[in-house]
């Protein structure tokens, strides 16, 4: 086991690097200058010769006119920096996020916060209405309430997720104003303790989870049915009813443990998730997480904010499938991951 | 399922009841559309959105010249004794600044004359640019290139003459500027706050230095001052920031006790401003459900609909405990088709006359405005001092470009668009005309006949950037319009990112050899002028090198037009306004005949705001941070 997880290892720094090349050159073929997007808001402060002097200067501080693969060393840290020193990603310089003038470290940091506690709230609520109904609706499959599921959940599954969040925004703020409509606090609020600063950001949250539950119940849900479905089709569960075994115990140690491998591979990617925000949750509640960060980066041209959350998300996505292959092993005696 | 329900109300009664507590309080709740980076420099320093400067001027008010409600820059008479100016024979300017006693910080510290002295100088310091900020006060005042480049140890325009006074000299090259008061506009910082008390500025008699300035010495204090806000932040302005909670965005301002006044002696009255985020799609429902009670300047004609059914809305008056009052401005600026005037058929003035008048200007701008806003018919916005003081006379003088397809005709006509595409007379389609060889370029609608002439045919090529409402209008009533295509006139619109359109516009072959080729004659853009000062200095620069680098980006050549524009502020005197403005009507008319740009919309923007403040009064350069200190909440 050791030895495959280290082989892994190897393959996601391979995989890593790889894809920084890649991911660094797509963005530094975006035909845009950031120097003269730096300078422009002082352009019509200085002399035309004053500004050519400092644009030019900028570009070499950028180091922009160096080849991209100078430039993409520089980044990773295996190449000296204009001012002589190695200060790149490897060095932990994750890169300077130039609409905020900041690291983007201490960019990310909020936004990320933020994300994990509203994804961690989205995703326990969609397990745990999920799963049992899913196996609720394959052990009653074909009855009134496994039909309507059906129909509830294809219905969750196709009405894309702005437009739920519009309608529980209509519905819950303007028309019953039992949430707030955006943001993550009351604003001008005193608190008199932290615990009502909780409550009251347990508060704004509230609806931007409901409607992420909302949004995602359709597709879990005929997940862990049809494998439920599958699994309560073996012949073993044919035994274990023969054998006289409760209905309940035939469901969840029987039907439940088998149909839980495929399963798995998508709880784990949710659980990865909680790292990546929603850009259209997260703008249409005004919340401050990765999702809206990363929109913004994209609009502002911000490009090595994106870039560190980018690699991020990859390096999430690279141990995460480490993970699921292992817990496949865990999961399922049968299933040898060092082979 | 009967505990759950009733946990669930249970819970949904403590939050109603936790959010109710807020609204209780008369606090000022700002939407803003620009998200607060949490950078509080004392100037753009770093960065600059329009949060941040709005923050930023709300804490920060101690300058020697200031703006004020005309538009007009004065000396401040809270913060100076006096400001005066004298030319000096090597043509430089020096301006003595003598501050008043008594002024002090929001902590209660006296505000001392190296607090005013220390911005100009640190922005003279190779240190500022170390630390990365973008300042340039080495390039304005004398002696500061020297001493920014490390060949002179003191700063010697830039003096401390005494425990009250101060003196700054302004390079030769930068003076006379119409404008130039502004250089002596010096504001004070808590020098201790910013760099730390490692760092002192002394003048021996020669000029102003720094001692114990280095990057290490302060880059952690300055870093921890830009994006400190708490009681312990130093300030000067109305407004104390006291909180900024990065997590949701929100910055909270209250009233600074200890604000010297602004320019008119003014304090603020209204206690609390919080600063949050409003987004575009929802600010409406947003303002309706009380998340925030102040939006300023609504610029859509949509959304300031949508903002007078709210404030005519007495059910919702009810349902919140208040109503809303607005207060509206004219932009200053226009939305605008540019055109590049040195290649293809927009180099002739009679194609840029004919585009102007095939769109019907009016119904263009009352369908984006949707009622407001209007249109002007050069280079200004009705809000500007210019503008209004010569109203009469641009009405008489200028060129209004009225709808009229027949006139556009006529034009082309008389400028020899009068072929069809084989060089025979023009019966439909696309008209063309005899160019020469020079005319013609590389231009793609150019074509060259058996016997030598070369042909253009009226076929303008658009950039438009992506998802921009004005060029979905443009496209349905002007380029896909019957009196476009009537007039044997074709426009292709070409839909590109912002950033590609700017590299195409100012021709940037470092971003590609495909920008440097002039390939689009047409774009859609607009022009803002956020202060008063209105600088149209080398925007139409004739000099071939500033040409390449993207000057002028009109490539119109017309030395007249270069001329007038330096001249406008570089060749009168400060407070000359009678000259300026005689210079700045030549230039509007030269431009209105020459037509470089079709103006298209002047909006009238709307603040929408609690109708428990009173006294705001909201003009296009007298912003939020300028009119809360003399608004109230009603009793």
């Known amino acids: ?339 | 399922m009967k505990k759950i329900l009733a946990m669930l109300l249970t819970m949904v009664m403590v939050f109603t009841m936790v959010s109710a507590i807020a609204e209780d309080e008369h606090v000022l709740i700002y939407g803003t559309s620009t998200e607060i980076s949490g950078d509080f420099a004392p100037g753009a320093w770093w960065t600059n959105n329009a949060a941040d400067a709005m923050i930023r001027e709300l804490s920060n008010d101690c300058a020697t010249v200031v703006m004020n409600k005309e538009g007009e820059y004065i000396v401040n008479p809270t913060v100076a004794e006096s400001v005066e100016g004298v030319m000096n024979e090597d043509g430089t300017k020096t301006y003595t600044i003598k501050i008043k006693d008594g002024l002090v910080y929001s902590n209660g510290d006296p505000i001392t004359i190296q607090d005013f002295v220390w911005p100009t100088a640190f922005g003279c310091s190779a240190v500022a640019s170390e630390v990365g900020a973008k300042l340039t006060a080495y390039l304005t005042i004398e002696g500061g290139q020297a001493y920014y480049d490390g060949t002179a140890s003191v700063i010697s325009g830039l003096r401390i003459l005494d425990d009250k006074t101060m003196s700054l000299q302004i390079v030769a090259d930068k003076v006379p500027y119409f404008y130039d008061i502004t250089y002596a506009s010096v504001s004070a910082y808590s020098m201790k706050y910013w760099l730390g008390e490692a760092v002192t500025i002394k003048d021996d008699g020669e000029g102003v230095y720094f001692e114990g300035l280095t990057k290490d010495a302060i880059a952690a204090t300055l870093e921890a001052s830009r994006f400190n806000a708490s009681e312990s932040r130093v300030s000067t302005g109305p407004y104390k920031l006291v909180e900024f909670d990065q997590a949701s965005k929100q910055a909270t301002l209250v009233i600074n006790e200890n604000y010297n006044g602004n320019y008119e002696g003014q304090k603020p009255s209204v206690p609390k401003i919080v600063i949050t985020r409003a987004e575009d799609a929802t600010w409406f429902d947003a303002m309706k459900t009380g998340a925030f009670n102040f939006y300023d300047t609504i610029t859509d004609g949509e959304q300031v609909n949508q903002a007078m059914d709210l404030i005519e809305d007495e059910d919702n008056k009810k349902a919140l405990g208040y109503g809303f009052n607005y207060a509206q401005f004219d932009r200053p600026g226009y939305g605008k088709i540019m055109f590049q005037c040195d290649f293809g058929p927009t180099q002739f003035e009679a194609v840029r006359h004919a585009v102007a008048l095939l769109l019907d200007r009016n119904e263009f701008a009352n369908t984006f405005c949707q009622g407001w806003g209007g249109v002007v018919n050069g280079p200004y916005g009705s809000a500007m001092w210019m503008a209004q003081a010569a109203e009469e006379w641009l009405d008489e003088n200028l060129n209004n470009y009225a709808y009229n397809p027949e006139a556009a005709v006529a034009e082309l006509v008389a400028d020899g668009w009068v072929y069809d595409e084989n060089g025979n007379d023009y019966v439909e389609g696309i008209r063309y005309k005899k160019v020469t060889a020079e005319e013609a370029g590389n231009y793609v609608h150019t074509k060259k006949l058996d016997d030598g002439t070369y042909l253009m045919g009226l076929e303008i090529e658009w950039s438009s950037s992506e998802g921009n409402s004005v060029s979905d209008l443009l496209s349905v009533m002007l380029a896909n319009g019957e009196q476009t295509a009537a007039a044997g006139m074709k426009i292709n619109q070409n839909v590109m990112t912002f950033s590609e359109l700017l590299n195409y516009m100012y021709r940037d072959a470092t971003q590609g050899d495909k920008y440097g080729v002039p390939t689009y004659c047409m774009y859609n853009l607009a022009s803002n002028w956020s202060t008063p000062v209105y600088d149209r200095s080398y925007d139409y620069t004739v000099d071939p090198a500033l040409l390449a680098e993207g000057y002028n980006t009109n490539f119109i050549i017309n030395p007249e037009l270069d001329k007038l524009t330096m001249d406008m502020v570089y060749g009168v005197e400060a407070g000359d306004s009678d000259t300026y403005l005689e210079i700045w009507k030549q230039f509007i008319q030269l431009w209105n005949e020459l037509l470089p740009e079709v103006p298209l919309y002047s909006n009238i923007y709307v603040s929408v705001y609690p109708d428990w403040l009173e006294n705001y009064e909201q003009t296009s350069y007298w912003s939020f941070q300028n009119a809360i200190v003399y608004a109230n909440i009603a009793k």
């Open chain 1, 1 to 339: 086991m050791g030895k495959y997880i280290l082989k892994r290892c190897g393959y996601i720094v391979v995989v890593f690097l790889i894809l920084s090349f890649l991911m660094y050159s797509l963005y530094n073929l975006i035909p845009t200058d950031p120097a003269r997007q730096e300078l422009e808001p002082q352009r019509k402060g200085l002399k035309a010769d004053e500004y050519q002097m400092l644009y030019q200067q900028l570009r070499k501080e950028m180091g922009l006119d160096d080849p991209l693969v100078v430039r993409y060393l520089r980044w990773m840290g295996l190449w000296q920096d204009t001012d002589g020193t190695f200060n790149g990603v490897l060095e932990g310089n994750f890169g300077y996020s130039n609409l905020y003038k900041r690291n983007v470290v201490e960019v990310i940091q909020a936004p990320m916060g933020n994300t994990i506690f509203i994804n961690i709230f989205s995703t326990i609520a969609s397990l745990s209405i999920t799963i049992p109904l899913g196996i609720y609706c394959a052990v009653h499959k074909g009855k009134r309430f496994d039909s309507a599921t059906q129909v509830v959940t294809m219905l969750g599954y196709s009405i894309p997720v702005y437009i739920i969040a519009l309608i529980f925004m209509y519905i819950f703020c303007v028309l019953w104003r039992v949430f707030p409509i955006m943001g993550q606090k009351t604003a001008g609020m005193e608190y008199a303790n932290s615990w009502e600063e909780f409550v009251d950001m347990l508060y704004h949250i509230a609806l931007p989870v409901i409607v992420m539950t909302f949004g995602s119940l359709g597709g879990m849900t005929r997940y862990v049915r049809s494998s439920m479905i599958d699994a309560l089709s073996m012949d073993y569960i044919r035994t274990a009813r023969a054998k006289g075994l409760k209905e309940k115990v035939v469901i969840y140690s029987h039907a439940w443990r088998n149909a839980l491998l495929p399963v798995i591979t998508s709880i784990l990617g949710w659980f990865l998730g909680i790292f990546g925000g929603s850009v259209i949750i997260e703008n249409t509640f005004s919340l401050n997480g990765m999702g809206k960060l990363y929109w913004q980066g994209l609009n502002n041209m911000d490009f090595e904010l994106v870039l560190a959350i980018q690699m991020f998300y990859s390096i999430v996505s690279l141990v995460g499938s480490l993970l699921i292959d292992i817990s496949y092993g865990l999961v399922d005696p049968r299933v040898r991951v060092d082979k």
